[in-house]
């Protein structure tokens, strides 16, 4: 059946049977693909609901640790921390509710931000009582207490100085200290909330009022005015106190019965959630991958079968097409190889391979043919005859053509040889002579390039030693420009030391001022000292006036008269340590002035040496460039010899060239003699 059809119909059957192999293939493995991809679906919107729950979950604890902070530090940057990431969340519910499908996730979504929602309104509670407590504090607590404890100072600075006051200032004493004890407890009861240090606050509080009421009896009018100031502070200290109370119970129980409630509530509500996408993951996680590894196996023997078919298809059609191709390249190669006996058999092939079996056959045939006729032509037989096989015969007609102008060039051939012959004989007898006028012409010119050479030895010489010249005279000028350029630094640096010796004067002569003024000091620090130990003996006097309760006062006499005393000693030492620096800076003056002399007679100096290298430099920068100058010429001079010597060198190579071709053109005669009478030979042996 297959030599019935053409081979452009079975190359199209060929490639129609793998096409539809290929699209069965195809569509099955499209199939497989579309159940995968609805699982891979599904199995995304699980892992995009996990993820929002996952958000929503971090931003939740965000807030409860600003809460946290903000409940233990009162700061308010934590408060703005917990607005901003609420403004976060909200948009993240939003996009949970929307994506989820899930009825019980959604369900669970929504209790969630009821929560969330009910924590905020707790929180801002939280938040308003925390508020009033710092209002409380900074308002009443702050001023209140600040406002006794001054009051108390003017009553002792008004009671402190006069005899017969020691139990007013003994109920001060302990005023003050119940004032600041209750100050501390109430200043740890903001920090810590304890209720015990709430209620030592209290206690110390009631303290210091009945230290009032024992102060109250001993006081002069205007500090019985200041007292009873005290004693509104104090009332008004305890009453904003229980407020404070009031307000943190407040807040703690808020905060131990609604947000450490509803936290923990929200994070295992969104850990539910999230357990739930987990298990619907798991769920679908194994029937997904049973799904996809059906498709893969379906797909790998569909194509296994679908390659083993096309093969095979291929394989037959490729066959019946090669099989007579091949015979026909064996044929091909073995003429191209020079094997004209090659012949095709019969065929039975109705198709475009048989046609091409046939037409070869014929083409063989025509080529034997013409190499019969060539084999004559190559043995020198020029009467063969060829006819062409028809006016498209390019190949008979060539040949034909080509054994006419063989007969014709042998005639044309005959005769050159001929002229040729008596022309080379010319040719050699003028060669001769040329031969002998090139070796004339090449002993003159080795001659002249041997004077030549001897001349060009003495301009090196001449030019070697004009750069030497130049290279030292170039030399000079830069030392003498770095001379010149250490000139002017030395100068420019003898100008900064005299400026740093002026300078280095003014600051002694400060410094000397600066002394006299420490004297003038020392001087008032000693009289200090004389009048703190005449003050010191007084108080020792009055002390020792007022018996038993004045010990302490004779103590403190004595040790101010010791330090009076040591007062004076250090200041003797001060005295003659600054005598010692009076004199160094006297001496260090006079010192910088001989300094700054010396240096202004340095910079005199260098200033005529820079002239000095200034001049020499300029003499040198004359010497240098009529040096130059000299080397420039030398230079020119050799260059030209140079050339004469490179002129002189090609025209002695010319001649030695022209020498070795009219050696090489007699030869060359000679040879054309010997070809022309060969080539008249192998022209004698053709048949004409």
């Not at 059946?1 to 290929?22: A, D």
């Not at 497989?32 to 993820?51: E, H, I, P, R």
């Amino acid at each position: 059946m297959l030599k019935r059809l053409t081979v452009g119909q079975k190359i199209f059957f060929s490639f129609l049977v793998v096409f539809i192999l290929f699209g069965f293939a195809s569509i099955e493995s499209l199939g497989a693909l579309k159940k995968s991809s609805s699982g891979f679906t599904g199995y995304s919107q699980f892992a995009q609901d996990s993820n929002q729950l996952g958000e929503i979950q971090a931003r939740l604890l965000e807030g409860q640790s600003y809460v946290k902070d903000y409940i233990i530090t009162g700061n308010n940057k934590y408060l703005k921390k917990y607005s901003e990431n609420n403004k976060r969340l909200q948009p993240l519910f939003k996009n949970a509710e929307a994506a989820v499908t899930s009825a019980a996730r959604l369900a669970m979504l929504s209790d969630i931000k009821r929560l969330s929602s009910d924590y905020d309104s707790s929180f801002a509670e939280v938040v308003s009582t925390q508020q009033e407590r710092t209002d409380v504090s900074d308002t009443r607590l702050i001023p209140d207490g600040d406002l006794m404890e001054q009051t108390f100072e003017r009553i002792i600075d008004g009671i402190g100085g006069k005899s017969g006051n020691a139990e007013a200032l003994y109920w001060c004493a302990k005023g003050v200290r119940n004032l600041i004890l209750g100050r501390l407890y109430a200043a740890k009861y903001l920090e810590s909330s304890l209720e015990s240090h709430a209620k030592r606050t209290l206690d110390e509080m009631e303290k210091l009022k009945a230290a009032t009421e024992s102060l109250s009896p001993l006081l002069t009018k205007k500090n019985y005015e200041y007292l009873e100031s005290i004693k509104q502070a104090c009332a008004s200290y305890i009453n904003a106190l229980n407020r404070v109370v009031v307000a943190t119970e407040k807040r703690d129980r808020l905060i131990s019965s609604e947000l450490d409630v509803i936290g923990p509530k929200m994070a295992a509500l969104v850990e539910q959630a999230k357990q739930s996408v987990i298990s619907d993951q798991d769920k679908l996680g194994p029937t997904l991958q049973a799904r996809n590894a059906s498709a893969i196996s379906n797909t790998y023997i569909l194509g296994a079968i679908v390659v083993i078919l096309g093969l095979c298809a291929v394989f037959f059609i490729a066959r019946d097409i090669t099989k007579p191709l091949k015979r026909v390249v064996d044929a091909a190669y073995r003429i191209a190889g020079g094997d004209m006996s090659i012949t095709m058999g019969e065929t039975q092939r109705a198709d475009e391979l048989g046609d091409l079996s046939k037409a070869f056959g014929k083409m063989t045939e025509s080529l034997n043919e013409m190499s019969s006729a060539m084999e004559r032509v190559a043995d020198s037989d020029l009467t063969v005859s060829i006819k062409p096989k028809s006016d498209k015969d390019t190949i008979g007609k060539s040949l034909a053509a080509m054994v006419e102008n063989l007969k014709s060039d042998n005639v044309k051939i005959h005769e050159a040889v001929r002229i040729l012959s008596t022309s080379l004989s010319q040719i050699s007898a003028a060669s001769a002579e040329l031969t002998a006028s090139a070796a004339e012409t090449a002993s003159a010119v080795a001659e002249t390039n041997a004077t030549v050479e001897e001349v060009k030895q003495t301009a090196h010489l001449s030019s070697e030693k004009s750069r030497q010249v130049a290279d030292v005279a170039r030399k000079a000028v830069t030392t003498s420009q770095h001379g010149k350029q250490s000139a002017e630094d030395a100068a420019s640096g003898m100008k900064n030391i005299r400026n740093q010796m002026d300078t280095i004067a003014q600051s002694i002569v400060r410094l000397s001022e600066q002394s006299q003024h420490i004297g003038d000091i020392i001087y008032v620090v000693n009289d200090i000292a004389d009048q703190s130990n005449i003050l010191a003996v007084n108080a020792s006097i009055e002390a020792s006036k007022a018996g038993e309760e004045g010990r302490g006062f004779t103590v403190v006499a004595r040790e101010i008269r010791n330090l009076s005393d040591q007062s004076k000693h250090s200041v003797s030492q001060i005295q003659s340590i600054l005598a010692d620096i009076q004199k160094a800076t006297s001496s260090a003056v006079m010192i910088t002035e001989e300094g700054g002399k010396a240096v202004e007679a340095g910079a005199k100096l260098s200033s005529q040496t820079g002239e000095a290298i200034l001049n020499l430099s300029s003499v040198i920068n004359q010497s240098a460039q009529s040096s130059a100058q000299i080397a420039a010429s030398s230079q020119e001079q050799l260059a030209g010899m140079d050339q004469v010597a490179v002129a002189l060198s090609s025209i002695k190579q010319a001649g030695e060239q022209n020498l070795e071709s009219s050696r090489q053109l007699e030869e060359a005669v000679k040879d054309l003699d010997r070809q022309a009478r060969s080539l008249r030979d192998m022209m004698e042996r053709f048949k004409l």
